[in-house]
DNA sequence: ATAGCTGCAAAATGTTTGCGCGAAA
DNA sequence: TTTCGCGCAAACATTTTGCAGCTAT
């Protein structure tokens, strides 16, 4: 990947920010250093910035559109039904799921982003066993 | 809400899924019944039916289309990153997430959906004691 | 009779993409 | 000097909406 201006106030504008922006809004807040910059750029570097993990989107459920985010790890977020606000959640508050999951699915979770994301049962055997 | 054929069918034929259809497939699906039917009124009457409590949106991340499911209690759902395939979760995996979160955040958890949503401090402490 | 629903098509929204130019390697 | 990223605008995908006619009450 190739340096870029764009891409690298585009991350260091969000990496400043304790909020979750749709690309519209940061657009917005990284127009205001470099004004020419466009929606369409902020959408490809961010699309890379996701790719290369060094930002994550955060999908929100009631919301049209991705959130971005690049501080700290992975997490949940919890969404406020009275005023929208989205608040940071620990990974402590999800200890006991992982367990629970697996033993009465059999399914790994791997991630606590918005969803459980992980392997089913039939995915885990064919893995151990391959064809 | 008045009756209408087209929102009984939408809902029958929801009803009998044990998948998580999006707008369109349920439109392809309804068509076999009913092939005048358009996907606009597809779209009106799942929203009415959401709003009446009658269907779930399922909001899967990573997917661009909302789905819909109209079966059982409200869950969670685990995606599996290998195929796809959508679990239901149960209640139980969940039990101990809500009192976490009230201890750490003390945010109240109402629901369990692909996001955790509820009530945050700020706007517990403004509606026991209101303006 | 009339409020509310329909099908249709156009609009709205959020995101992606093709293009020709300019900047990074 | 070649490759890749840019700005721009058009395309795209999903969902919503305005309208004129039909249907349930």
Same mark, same amino acid.
């Given at each position: !990947?190739?340096?870029? +201006? ?5 991350? %260091? ?16 807040? #990284? @127009? ?9 750029? #902020? ?13 994550? @989107? #955060?999908? #929100?459920? *009631? ?7 690049? +501080? *700290? ?10 005023? =929208? ?7 402590? !508050? ?5 367990? @629970? $999951? +697996? ?5 790994? $979770? ?7 994301? =992980?392997?089913? @049962? ?5 893995? %151990? %066993?391959?064809?």
């Amino acid at each position: !990947m190739k340096y870029s +201006k764009q891409r690298e106030l585009i991350l %260091k504008t969000l990496r400043q920010l304790d909020t979750h922006p749709t690309a519209e809004e940061l657009h917005v807040l #990284v @127009k205001r250093n470099l004004p020419s910059i466009s929606l369409g750029t #902020v959408y490809r570097n961010l699309g890379q910035l996701v790719d290369s993990k060094l930002v994550r @989107k #955060v999908e #929100v459920a *009631g919301s049209s559109s991705v959130r971005y985010e690049a +501080k *700290g790890e992975e997490h949940c977020h919890l969404i406020c039904t009275e005023c =929208g606000s989205i608040i940071d959640a620990t990974p402590q !508050m999800f200890e006991t799921i992982d367990v @629970k $999951v +697996k033993a009465e699915v059999g399914f790994t $979770v791997n991630n606590h982003g918005i969803i459980l994301q =992980g392997i089913c @049962k039939e995915c885990q055997a064919k893995r %151990k %066993k391959p064809s």
